[in-house]
């Protein structure tokens, strides 16, 4: 039962990896367009002359909220895993 | 620390804040950025917990003061991407205003720091998040383990 599931589950593997190895794009061809356009319309559209700056903080910004937010999590956490509890005892 | 490390930080650590300072303003123009400066800038301040302890840091800076502009920080990188919320969330609502509204000229150019729109604004809201939470972590757990190592 288990050989015949192991079996099922490497078949489904290998034909996946078969199926995208057909479809990956041919060399020189990238997949999408977006880099270009970025590259183009940055400086006339956000006014930055870094590209990766208007990336994170204007074409993706959400994922720069995303990251804050992570941080913030993390000072929250610290600060709450080191806080003087009330009635500490000292060792 | 020994007198030498003292007197070597003090001298290291205004150009460490500057050149933070410096990434996180320059960073619509430049390599760099809000995290990026931010996280130098909370390196210098390491530095100035090894150099001087926490306690005599704490006493300049303190937490809850730390915790406060982190989350001014946070409400001011929230509350730009808001200010466009009339075309969509995080829209660069300030290009062509009278407030960082340059547009520089396509290709390369000398650069222009009064460009961006709200790019500008979001790395100092971003830098000021990141300054105060990279150095709260770092005095948090310093002042907790000063309490447990003077306990030993």
Not at chain 2, 17 to 24: D, Q
Not at chain 2, 30 to 51: D, I, R
Not at chain 2, 130 to 144: D, F, K, P, R, Y
């Amino acid at each position: 039962m288990r050989r015949v599931a192991a079996g099922i589950s490497l078949t489904i593997v290998i034909a996946f990896l078969a199926v995208t190895a057909l479809l990956v794009h041919p060399f020189g061809h990238p997949p999408a367009q977006m880099d270009d356009y970025i590259i183009k319309n940055t400086q006339r559209e956000t006014g930055a002359n870094n590209a990766v700056a208007a990336v994170v903080f204007d074409y993706r910004g959400l994922d720069t909220l995303g990251e804050a937010t992570i941080l913030f999590t993390a000072v929250a956490g610290v600060v709450m895993l080191f806080r003087k509890r009330e009635g500490e005892t000292t060792r | 620390m020994s007198k030498i490390v003292r007197s070597t930080s003090e001298f290291l650590i205004p150009f460490i804040f500057i050149f933070g300072l410096y990434m996180i303003m320059h960073g619509h123009l430049t390599p760099g950025g809000g995290f990026q400066g931010g996280a130098v800038f909370a390196s210098g301040m390491a530095l100035l917990l090894v150099a001087f302890g926490s306690h005599k840091l704490e006493k300049k800076s303190k937490a809850h003061v730390l915790s406060m502009l982190e989350s001014t920080g946070a409400l001011a990188f929230i509350g730009l991407a808001f200010g466009g919320i009339a075309v969509g969330f995080f829209y660069n609502f300030l290009v062509g205003s009278s407030i960082f509204g340059h547009i520089p000229p396509s290709g390369p150019n000398r650069g222009d720091m009064w460009t961006g729109g709200t790019i500008p604004l979001m790395n100092m809201a971003v830098g000021l998040k990141v300054i105060a939470g990279l150095s709260l972590i770092v005095l948090v757990m310093a002042l907790a383990s000063d309490k447990t190592g003077s306990q030993k």
